[in-house]
């Protein structure tokens, strides 16, 4: 049985993925869920994620965690946003790898459409002008 960690799982993304792991599940595919929110784990902190990475010993982590806001807030926070991002991915990734994770899929976002692209957009459109 894989066990099976979604970092993030109450974002969109996150909850997206953890809903067809969920069906995947019911259906009778052998693997267990691992979820924790904000506030049972600190992603942030390198000695929590660590002590839930060797207590948990999951096969595969997803992380789709992330501090999020709009425009507005990467605006005028931009370094709050790049450091606790950068946290994040560094602990989960480190922490996964000591803790002998045999499989990491990390998901990252980034507004490098066009203003004006067509939409639905193609990916051939992407970098094609302004941001």
């Known amino acids: 049985m ?14 997206a993925i953890l809903r067809q792991l969920e069906t995947r599940r019911l ?22 994620v660590r ?6 010993r999951p096969d595969v982590v997803i992380l789709a965690a992330a501090k999020v806001g709009g425009i507005h807030a990467n605006n005028h926070y931009p370094a709050v946003f790049i450091y606790e991002n950068l946290m994040i991915e560094c602990n989960v990734i ?3 790898y000591a803790a002998g994770v045999r499989h990491l899929l990390q998901l990252g976002s980034s507004c490098i ?4 692209a067509a939409q639905p957009m193609r990916e051939d459109a992407l970098l094609t002008g302004p941001l």
């Not at 459409?113 to 004006?116: A, C, H, I, K, N």
């Open 2 to 15: 894989r066990k099976i960690y979604v970092a993030g799982h109450r974002g969109m993304v996150g909850g």
């Open 51 to 56: 002590d839930f990475m060797q207590s948990e």
């Open 113 to 116: 459409y066009p203003r004006e």
């Open 94 to 96: 480190h922490q996964a």
């Open 27 to 48: 259906k009778g595919e052998a693997i267990t869920l691992v979820t924790r929110s904000h506030g049972d784990l600190d992603l942030t902190s390198q000695m929590a």
